[in-house]
């Protein structure tokens, strides 16, 4: 029996990789970046299986391109607005994810900006390797407490849960909004108090985006809701970049109407060269690296081998963003 031919559309960490290469016959993109429209619709025809990442569009173009041996679709990452779940339900195939596996590491390095942002570490560092740091002075670089601040949370799933877990540590007070969240688990951090979006983006010293990209929440964070944060705030976003208008966001920079802004996530990206956030002293944009931790990339890699695997076998994906498929 031949062995079932897949498509990773990028180099994943290995051991995911092996699992995949052991099992199946493998066509993978060979480039740091990802395959161009073009090269995608060619290398998917008369696949059984795609591993993709977050940068592959996969849409029903796509997916008929493949044609009916389409087993499933497994998505290396948590998020899937990469993927059009609708397109993929229609024609039974089963989607992938990689949830919990990143969570804890994600909400690290979302407070490590938060962090980063409140006591200044870039400018502070620029300031020691250019030589302008002369001596000691009681009014230079001086940031914004942490401990006993108020943390607003947009969108309280594992990881906003998680985030909120480590402000107890600083003594903060953690406000959340998440409509989609009715009751939060047993688990969550008692301390966190549901409010509507215009009361935590009033009230909040931080606000941390951690809400799928959707619909719903595309340019959330336009000049309106910028405008009604308090002009000493940090905004942070480790979720996707189009969830804030970037637009809105470098003048709302620019004429300080709202203190800073750390972006792991960017639209597009990577962002620009000639992006006017790049000219402004008041924003720190790291390339999308929230998960990039050794071991969380290679349980990524292997609970995508899993599902793509499963998927092929006939199996239940463990971790399918589209169940309904198994209703048909």
Known sequence: MS????????????QGLKMIQEACHVDLWPEKTPPTRSDLLVHVRDIDG???????????EVMDVTGPRLKVISNHATGTDNINIPAATQRGIPIGNTPDV??????DFAFTLLMAAARRIIEARQVVYSGAWKTWDPLFMLG?????????????????????RRAAGFEMSVLYYDPAIEQVAASSPPEAKKVDLDTLLAESDFVSIHTPLNKQTYH??????????????????????GIIDHVALYQSLKERHIAFAALDVTEP?????????LSLDNILITPHIASASHATRQKMSLLAAKNLLAGLNGERLPHCVNPQVYDK
Not at 3 to 14: E, H, N, S
């Open 3 to 14: 062995r079932p031919r897949v498509f990773v559309t990028r180099l994943i960490p290995d």
């Open 50 to 60: 795609l591993l993709c990442l977050l940068t592959d569009v996969i849409d029903g």
């Open 102 to 107: 990143l969570t804890e590491t994600t909400a």
């Open 144 to 164: 914004i407490d942490i401990h006993h601040a108020t943390l607003g949370i947009i969108g309280f799933g594992r990881i906003g849960q998680a985030v909120a």
């Open 220 to 241: 959330l964070f336009d000049a309106d809701r910028l405008a009604k944060m308090k002009p000493s705030a940090i905004l942070i976003n480790t979720a996707r970049g």
């Open 269 to 277: 990206e990577p962002i620009l060269p000639d992006s006017p956030l």
